[in-house]
């Protein structure tokens, strides 16, 4: 099934003068890790929210085109439908959190309580996540006296443990620190494995075109390149967006460039020591 | 699993307790004991009941763990309101003994008691709300009431205004130590400190109301619009005996008071 199909969408918020999204054309299929990168004010956190939902039934605006989830039209999908159907974790760490749990603990369960999952079954499901993401020194500390990085992990951890079938996330690694970054990319693929759809707006390019399936490139408001991971990051129109390359794929290109060209162009680090190793090898050969 | 991890867990699967058997009473039964003792002390004539119940909250406040700080509040609050008030009515109520003449007005032995009698009434009143603050359990309150049918929406919204307070003074903070560091004077005397605060009261209510709507949103995300029935992590203890008798009591005291002040006993 198609996770979310959009067709000439243009959305403005209210009051705004300019258009956040523009005639944006867009298939993501169900059960994949979609990548959504671009420039700041490109229009990622206005996708983001379109396919939560967020849009139009929070904020208000001029939506026009089509936009299908799950095979629905998107009004006429209801708002604790789409929460329990769609997670989301959304930039802003200082308000991702309640505000009213007095512990990370609780704060986890939240969401588990508004679900009405039985005491038990939310206890198991809260250890298995906090363990998931490695934050048991702070699941007795006041959610409201966390540091950005930790809040952040904290509201991701609060929508894992919800166990939706979709989940959208919106740069969940902008105040964590790279190996923390990698721990919850990690987790996000085991969420992958799980079978649930994710769409995952980011900044950090080199994680993403290690774990995303597909990658999106939005430029002033609209979507300019959409396909498998390797054919839009691998292009040599994606950086013409202002997005830069992975840093393995930028040496790839300047070895072509100075003549000595990889057998394939490295989007990962994998695919790089890979390439690399070969290269050694046959040059040790000869 | 960390056994760190692990105890926290054990302590959620277990009913809520705060470790001490009069923070332990069931909040609703707490609210009517305080609510109880403050209309003692309101409703009989005199100044010695309210002073009396004053005395009893704050030995209710030691029993509870919390004697200390609410002993400094409470003396805080004599010296703030309840010594001007008796000054205020000492001064301003008119009667027949006068005791000191001071020009256009007099301190009468009337005023005096008057005095007495209206300021350790309020500060009754302040002594179970401070009480109120100090040994119950907020968190633990709302989810009583919420399990007698109060809306989970009515218990957030009262949770969170608590907490509005607090983010509210700590956005204010951050936003005098950003204007401290470009300069700008926020130390000294109170109209040194009070030309810096004002201008900093836009800025704090424009980034509470945008941080509102973000924190509406994240709660969406956890399913807080979702019209089945919510449960909770945290396991209230049952009601027991000690509750009953407690609200049996408190039922009585105020029966009792108010027919004593219908009847002139006071």
Redesign the interface.
Known sequence: MVLAALKGVGFTYAYAEHPALVDVDLQLEEGLLHGIVGLNSSGKTTLCSLI?G?IP??HQGDLTGEVTILGRPLLEWD??EL??TI????D?P??????????V??EI????????????D??DR??RV??QLGI??I??KNP?ELSGGQRQKV?FA??VA?DAPVVVIDEPTSQLDPEASEAVFEIIDGLKAQGKSIVLAEHKIDLLAQYADTVTVMHAGTVVMSGPTRDVVGSDEFGSYGVVAPEVTELGRRLAAAGRPLDRLPITRGEAFDEISARMRSTHAH | ??S???A??AR??RPMTLGNAVLDIHPTAMVAGITALIVVGLVSAGWVAPLVVSVLFVVIAFLAGRGRSYLGTILKLWLAVGLILFVLRALLVKGQTVLVPLGPIAITREGIQDGLRFSIAVMAICGGVTLFFAIVSM?RLMLALERIGVS?RVS?VI??SF??I??LGATARVVLDAQKARGIEAEGNVFVRARAFFPVLAPVFLTAMS?T???????????????????????LKTWTGVDTALVAVAAAMVAAAVAGGVLGWF
Request: hydrophobic content about 45%; glycine content about 6%.
């Open positions: 939560r967020v039934h929070f708002a604790a929460s329990r997670g989301c974790v959304f802003n200082f308000t991702q959190i309640s505000g009213i749990r007095d512990s603990f609780e369960a939240i969401g588990l309580e508004n679900l009405g999952v039985p005491r038990t939310m206890i809260v250890e906090v363990e048991e020194a699941v007795e409201n509201a609060s929508i919800m | 699993m960390t760190t991890l692990a926290v867990a959620y699967r968190r989970p957030y949770l969170a907490q509005a607090t983010d941080a709507e973000e924190r509406a949103i994240a709660l969406d995300a956890r399913a807080f619009n979702n019209p089945g029935r919510h449960t909770s992590l945290l396991d």
